[in-house]
């Protein structure tokens, strides 16, 4: 069994920044692909940032620029380093790893429970 947990979202000022982090526990054989999604009230989840296996990074065009994904694979960890925070990016953020236990295992995608950002003056 996998656990997913964020950590790191709360109330900040416009211009201010956050720094979210993802960490995974249990039967991990590493993270492969990570990401993050945010939902803002009445709105759909939309897509934030990922980070490929080898380190490579897409980012959302809202949030380009001003957010940065990394991985940290010794620590099964995926942090969201959110920069020059506006109003609208207030917004629950969850964050899912892609993993397996083993190299001959199916990949599973397992989801965090979500760290609300509230970015408010």
């Known amino acids: 069994q996998v656990q997913v947990v964020e950590s790191g979202g709360g109330l900040v000022q416009p211009g201010g920044s956050l720094r979210l982090s993802c960490a995974a526990s249990g039967s991990i054989g590493g993270i492969l692909t990570a990401g993050w999604y945010r939902q803002a009230p009445g709105k759909q989840r939309e897509f934030v940032a990922i980070t490929t296996r080898t380190s490579g990074r897409t980012y959302a065009d809202s949030v380009k620029g001003r957010f940065t994904i990394s991985r940290d694979n010794a620590k099964a960890t995926v942090h969201l380093q959110m920069n020059s925070l506006k109003p609208e990016d207030t917004a629950l953020y969850s964050c899912?790893?892609?993993?397996?236990?083993?190299?001959?295992?199916?990949?599973?995608?397992?989801w965090g429970q979500g760290t609300q950002v509230t970015v408010s003056s």
């Open positions: 899912y790893l892609d993993t397996r236990p083993n190299t001959t295992a199916p990949v599973s995608r397992y």
